[in-house]
């Protein structure tokens, strides 16, 4: 049996009457674990915060807000934070949480050994580091920063940091290893089914954050139902097909397909604008893109709204900054952008000395992703301009290794959500010779965004976002093209579900209508 017949076999079964009261969502691939901000990553990341919390989250906004902790006071000279915990929060095996709990996750974290994706955040090496922690008693946590950071919370609240989750220390077998996530969220493992599914169970000892109704990931989080099972469906067809007949009750979809789902009267489409950023980078190690005006050529060669209109579907909107269109810190400044100007890319191919050497543009045909479709219009706008370019189509994990080692020459290429710009331009922008991913290698951005880390003062950072923004259009390193609308395919029978900035799906405060 080929594995698009038996996804057709188990949405059958996910559509039976023992199944009625499980929310059924399809994920575009498996989750690599259910170890918390290890191995991961945005399927990861969806699935395993329905089951950990921080101390720390985001709210609906992008605001960091209170999750596990219920107050946090910041001492005057911003290197100590003192989280006050909820009283009364208990992980899936019964035990109540306590600042004691909070510290054994932290040494965890820390260990080299555990391989945490954020380690490097905290420990000095990109900037901020923790000097001290304390549990000063069983429901307060302290910690202590080497200097003031505005960003502190911010990364702790970060989901690909997985909040900084809290675990209990049974989550771990006895050899160390990790084992499964006990940990304090609306809903626990069920069962994990490699390369089929992922099923969570209504957790009923949770307790919930304050709050009338859902914000992010704090604010309310009931879970409605008593399970929410996530299934790995890379088919298209298996998707429409799992949501047309009703066995399938919450899927993202390609652009592409959304005219024809919205025909569908048991369907609804629900679309938000995200932080996530395509872009086309250009390696400025490369011997002919080193080049800046040949970066500025390809910039200018690009019609950028025609390029955005066919890539998402119209849904999207040009935006050449690194922060997203809904962000406070969106200005005048950040709407400055390029402009389509073939005299321009003749002046600058003359003055860089461009003989028509090839330009190979790497791609991967992810559905959930636009990587193809910009690739095959980039190109088009390229060839026209008198720059000659060839696609190379890679598997996604190989693709992503080249990108992490530098190896490319231009790459259409997705950035997950930060919500807060410094964090956003943090993602790109460093030093190659020690983070070869990076596609942004200038001294003067560097300091510029150390400063938006430690300066609170939102005046004053918006002046240090706007400077970026100019300096960033000029180095021309890589070319932001437009924040991701996330659109979701719901069942009508669906209540309570909403796509969301941080474009990751959220099944708390959320059930089923019979």
């Given amino acids: 049996m080929n594995r698009q017949l038996a996804s057709a076999f188990a949405l059958l079964a996910l559509a039976s009457p023992a199944a009625a009261q499980t929310i059924n969502v399809a994920l575009n691939a498996d989750i690599r674990s259910t170890n918390p901000g290890v191995n991961r990553d945005d399927n990861t990341d969806a699935v395993v915060l329905h089951m950990v919390e921080g101390l720390v989250g985001y709210r609906e906004n992008g605001a960091v807000a209170p999750l596990l902790a219920e107050k946090i006071s910041v001492s005057t000279d911003g290197l100590t934070y003192t989280f006050s915990l909820r009283k009364g929060v208990k992980f899936h095996n019964g035990a109540e949480m306590t600042s004691a709990d909070v510290m054994w996750n932290w040494n965890r974290y820390m260990e080299p050994k555990t391989d945490w994706r954020c380690r490097s955040e905290f420990d000095g090496r990109i900037g901020m580091k923790v000097t001290g922690v304390a549990a000063r008693d069983p429901a307060t946590f302290v910690m202590t920063l080497e200097k003031p950071s505005a960003l502190f919370l911010d990364t702790m609240a970060r989901t690909d940091c997985a909040m900084v989750a809290i675990i209990h220390k049974d989550s771990l077998k006895p050899d160390g290893s990790f084992d499964k996530p006990i940990g304090t969220g609306p809903f626990m493992l069920g069962d994990w089914r490699r390369g089929e599914f992922v099923s969570l169970k209504r957790f009923d000892g949770y307790v ?306 019979n």
Avoid: C
């Avoid at 938000?272 to 040949?294: E, F, I, W, Y």
């Avoid at 100007?341 to 543009?361: H, N, S, T």
């Fill in 208 to 513: 919930s954050p304050p709050g009338e109704k859902r914000d992010g990931y704090v604010g309310r989080k009931r879970a409605l139902v008593p399970e929410v099972k996530f299934l790995a469906i890379a088919d298209g067809a298996t998707v429409k097909a799992g949501l047309i007949s009703g066995a399938l009750h919450v899927a993202d979809i390609p652009d592409a397909d959304m005219l024809e789902m919205r025909k569908v009267p048991t369907l609804q489409v629900l679309s938000a604008p995200s932080a996530t950023k395509h872009a086309l980078l250009l390696q400025s190690r490369d011997p002919l893109l080193g080049d800046v005006r040949m970066r500025q050529a390809i910039a200018a060669a690009l019609d950028l709204d025609e390029l955005v209109a066919q890539a998402s579907n119209e849904l999207g909107t040009t935006n050449n900054s690194a922060v997203y269109v809904s962000s406070p810190y969106y200005s005048e400044v950040q709407r400055q952008r390029y402009r389509h100007d073939p005299a321009r890319v003749k002046k600058l191919l003359a003055e860089a000395g461009y003989k028509g050497q090839a330009i190979k543009l790497i791609a991967n045909k992810r559905s959930t992703v636009p990587s193809f479709p910009v690739a095959i219009m980039a190109q088009a706008m390229l060839q026209a301009a008198g720059i000659n370019s060839e696609i190379e189509v890679l598997e996604w994990a190989t693709q992503l290794d080249r990108y992490s080692k530098g190896n490319y020459q231009m790459m259409s290429f997705s950035y997950s959500a930060r919500l807060d710009p410094a964090q956003s331009y943090n993602q790109f922008s460093g030093p190659k010779d020690t983070y070869p991913s990076k596609a942004w290698d200038n001294r003067r951005a560097d300091e510029l965004i150390e400063k938006a880390t430690i300066t609170a003062d939102e005046g004053e950072r918006q002046k240090l976002f706007d400077e970026l923004h100019r300096l960033m259009l000029a180095d021309a390193p890589l070319i932001f093209l437009y924040n991701q609308v996330d659109t979701a395919v719901v069942s009508k029978r669906l209540q309570g579900f909403a796509p969301w900035v941080a474009s990751k799906p959220r099944l708390w405060e959320v059930g089923l209508a």
